[in-house]
C-alpha cells in the first residue's frame, strides 16, 4: 500500500462497567485480554468502530499506534476523551 492510500479496519468497543474506560479490540466475543487479567470487571460491547489510517493525515500516528497494539496485544485501552471516537466512524451493533 503507498503512502498515499488509507487502510480501514473495523474495531469492537467494549466499555468497562459504567466507567470511562473503553477497549478496542478485533474479538467481538469480550474474550480479550483485559477480561482474563481484571475478571471481577465486566465489559460490555457498547459500538464497532471503523478506524481509518490515512498515512497522509495529522492523526495517523494515533490510529497506527492503536491498529498496532490490538494486533501485538489483542486489545488497546482507552478513556472516554480520546481522540480515537472523533476519528472513527460509529458502526451500530449487529
Partial sequence: MSANESESKEV??????DSAL?????DSSGHFSPSKLYQRINWRLERRVTLHCNHNSD???VTTATLKAIVEYGFYLTHAGSPLFSLADQNPVR
Fill in 22 to 26: 473503553y477497549a478496542f479490540t478485533a
Fill in 12 to 17: 469492537n468497543v467494549f466499555r468497562c462497567n
Fill in 59 to 61: 492523526n495517523a500516528k
